[in-house]
């Protein structure tokens, strides 16, 4: 028989960890159980092994609200945040709730029995089991964990060398003393390149077009003086609201005026590497700032492996892999002994799962996005999507506090089904504006938003929290499915 909760969360990295969290604060009469497909918690900090993996947002924000981050540096390396997530999923005993090597395959919603019966694969062998649950949030990240992107290049099979995706890091790659090129500009190349360059002969990267580059310290001083004056808890909120303030000012600033503050950002670059380099050519985009996420290096690391010559940058296109090394369309030979392909991630909603409504399938990107969180037309269904200008966490523990809101008027007005439904007067637009490749690629695969609230993805913290922790719930959601009558037991 199907195990049943009442809450099925599906993923146990920062989204699901957190969700257990708020799950256990303001639903405690509920019971919940965590899928991870995964062997062990931590999501993208515990899929990613590539060297110098790390967040590009500071740890005061993509921290959780209800668990200080205490270690000295604001950016921080993967291993310390798997070890932050580890610690509180076993502080709070959500670990306990955690089923690993379950990887859920399918959902179907019955309406006669307000409930999602979940498909799950699990353990080495697959073995299919099911879950039944009255609610079901997805918190499995917002990209494909079998494979990153990767385009077609012509000769590949010629490349004598080694060729590496970030998504699938090999143990033991010896990269000391080897020529490394590393295709693209984004998070990843800029990460990799100037760790790879410490012990690399030279690290290029390679870029089709520039992307904008920012340094910051790792440590942030007023945060590290907080600390050192007052409780944990209490410099840690301070820092934390200091943080999303300067981060929705810089954004409003750069979105309002995008020429003074892309003029401003390539300055900074030319700063660091002096008036002699081709900054015009190598780290001047054409878009806007924030039309695709900036790239963040913590104490310019970047910046300082091109000054000292272990790491370059090229701006060109690629016409084919040769034996040593990769042709330019310009002609020119990029010669390498690995070839690591930062060529992006593959975007997928809710883990590519199938859900079925009633023996009907339903396709959640045909759907418009309530919230950024629930679907039209899809019951007791949710899910974790953060920020694309700001930290994951702050949505999404805004989002699992919500649920947690939704779920108790259920239980106070006696019904099981909440249920998203479009008015008539809604205009559909794309769910997200970026430009970047990784998301245009994929933009058929996420629902729509709608012109006004509760249909609009704001992108923007304050509102959110206005919308989602003070707003009501009512407004284009129907609450539906009233709990039977009980039937009394004859004597």
Same mark, same amino acid.
């Given at each position: 028989?199907?195990?049943?909760?009442?809450?099925?969360?599906?993923?146990?990295?920062?989204?699901?960890?957190?969700?257990?969290?708020?799950?256990?604060?303001?639903?405690?009469?509920?019971?919940?159980?965590?899928?991870?497909?995964?062997?062990?918690?931590?999501?993208?900090?515990?899929?990613?092994?590539?060297?110098?993996?790390?967040?590009?947002?500071?740890?005061?924000?993509?921290?959780?609200?209800?668990?200080?981050?205490?270690?000295?540096?604001?950016?921080?390396?993967?291993?310390?945040?798997?070890?932050?997530?580890?610690?509180?999923?076993?502080?709070?005993?959500?670990?306990?709730?955690?089923?690993?090597?379950? @990887?859920?395959?399918?959902?179907?919603?019955?309406?006669?029995?307000?409930?999602?019966?979940?498909?799950?694969? @699990?353990?080495?062998?697959?073995?299919?089991?099911?879950?039944?649950?009255?609610?079901?949030?997805?918190?499995?990240?917002?990209?494909?964990?079998?494979?990153?992107?990767?385009?077609?290049?012509?000769?590949?099979?010629?490349?004598?060398?080694?060729?590496?995706?970030?998504?699938?890091?090999?143990?033991?790659?010896?990269?000391?003393?080897?020529?490394?090129?590393?295709?693209?500009?984004?998070?990843?190349?800029?990460?990799?390149?100037?760790?790879?360059?410490?012990?690399?002969?030279?690290?290029?990267?390679?870029?089709?077009?520039?992307?904008?580059?920012?340094?910051?310290?790792?440590?942030?001083?007023?945060?590290?003086?907080?600390?050192?004056?007052?409780?944990?808890?209490?410099?840690?909120?301070?820092?934390?609201?200091?943080?999303?303030?300067?981060?929705?000012?810089?954004?409003?600033?750069?979105?309002?005026?995008?020429?003074?503050?892309?003029?401003?950002?390539?300055?900074?670059?030319?700063?660091?590497?002096?008036?002699?380099?081709?900054?015009?050519?190598?780290?001047?985009?054409?878009?806007?700032?924030?039309?695709?996420?900036?790239?963040?290096?913590?104490?310019?690391?970047?910046?300082?492996?091109?000054?000292?010559?272990?790491?370059?940058?090229?701006?060109?296109?690629?016409?084919?892999?040769?034996?040593?090394?990769?042709?330019?369309?310009?002609?020119?030979?990029?010669?390498?002994?690995?070839?690591?392909?930062?060529?992006?991630?593959?975007?997928?909603?809710?883990?590519?799962?199938?859900?079925?409504?009633?023996?009907?399938?339903?396709?959640?990107?045909?759907?418009?996005?309530?919230?950024?969180?629930?679907?039209?037309?899809?019951?007791?269904?949710?899910?974790?999507?953060?920020?694309?200008?700001?930290?994951?966490?702050?949505?999404?523990?805004?989002?699992?506090?919500?649920?947690?809101?939704?779920?108790?008027?259920?239980?106070?007005?006696?019904?099981?089904?909440?249920?998203?439904?479009?008015?008539?007067?809604?205009?559909?637009?794309?769910?997200?504006?970026?430009?970047?490749?990784?998301?245009?690629?994929?933009?058929?695969?996420?629902?729509?938003?709608?012109?006004?609230?509760?249909?609009?993805?704001?992108?923007?913290?304050?509102?959110?929290?206005?919308?989602?922790?003070?707003?009501?719930?009512?407004?284009?959601?129907?609450?539906?499915?009233?709990?039977?009558?009980?039937?009394?037991?004859?004597?």
């Amino acid at each position: 028989m199907a195990e049943h909760f009442d809450v099925v969360v599906v993923g146990a990295g920062i989204s699901g960890i957190g969700a257990g969290y708020f799950l256990q604060r303001d639903c405690p009469d509920r019971s919940y159980v965590i899928l991870e497909g995964r062997e062990r918690l931590g999501g993208t900090w515990d899929l990613f092994r590539y060297p110098g993996i790390r967040s590009d947002s500071d740890m005061y924000t993509l921290g959780y609200s209800f668990k200080p981050w205490t270690e000295a540096k604001a950016i921080a390396d993967g291993p310390t945040i798997l070890r932050y997530l580890d610690e509180t999923a076993r502080e709070y005993g959500i670990d306990r709730h955690i089923r690993h090597q379950h @990887r859920v395959v399918a959902a179907s919603w019955s309406t006669p029995d307000a409930r999602w019966t979940v498909t799950v694969e @699990r353990g080495a062998e697959r073995e299919r089991v099911e879950f039944t649950c009255n609610f079901l949030f997805m918190c499995s990240g917002y990209y494909n964990y079998e494979a990153g992107y990767l385009p077609q290049f012509e000769g590949r099979e010629d490349f004598a060398g080694t060729i590496v995706h970030p998504q699938h890091w090999p143990n033991g790659l010896d990269y000391a003393g080897k020529r490394v090129v590393v295709i693209g500009s984004g998070a990843t190349a800029v990460t990799l390149v100037p760790e790879m360059a410490k012990s690399a002969a030279h690290v290029t990267m390679l870029q089709r077009s520039p992307t904008y580059i920012v340094a910051r310290p790792s440590e942030d001083g007023i945060a590290n003086w907080l600390r050192r004056k007052l409780p944990a808890g209490i410099a840690y909120r301070l820092t934390r609201t200091k943080n999303i303030a300067l981060g929705q000012f810089f954004y409003r600033i750069a979105r309002r005026k995008p020429d003074k503050t892309k003029a401003r950002l390539v300055q900074m670059v030319r700063d660091e590497l002096g008036p002699d380099y081709d900054v015009a050519t190598h780290f001047t985009p054409r878009y806007n700032p924030w039309d695709q996420r900036i790239c963040l290096v913590p104490d310019a690391d970047l910046f300082a492996a091109i000054r000292d010559g272990s790491a370059s940058v090229v701006t060109d296109h690629i016409e084919r892999f040769e034996t040593d090394g990769i042709r330019l369309k310009s002609g020119d030979l990029l010669p390498a002994d690995i070839i690591v392909t930062a060529t992006g991630l593959d975007m997928q909603l809710m883990g590519g799962i199938p859900f079925t409504v009633d023996g009907a399938r339903v396709d959640p990107a045909r759907s418009l996005g309530y919230k950024a969180m629930m679907y039209s037309d899809i019951p007791n269904l949710a899910s974790s999507f953060g920020y694309t200008n700001a930290s994951w966490t702050l949505k999404s523990d805004l989002t699992c506090a919500y649920v947690c809101r939704l779920l108790n008027a259920m239980k106070k007005r006696g019904m099981r089904q909440v249920t998203p439904r479009v008015g008539a007067d809604v205009t559909q637009e794309d769910f997200l504006t970026f430009t970047s490749g990784y998301v245009q690629r994929a933009i058929d695969r996420f629902p729509k938003q709608g012109d006004k609230r509760p249909w609009r993805v704001h992108q923007n913290y304050t509102l959110d929290l206005i919308d989602l922790k003070f707003g009501g719930i009512d407004a284009g959601m129907e609450f539906s499915n009233p709990e039977p009558a009980r039937v009394r037991e004859p004597a």
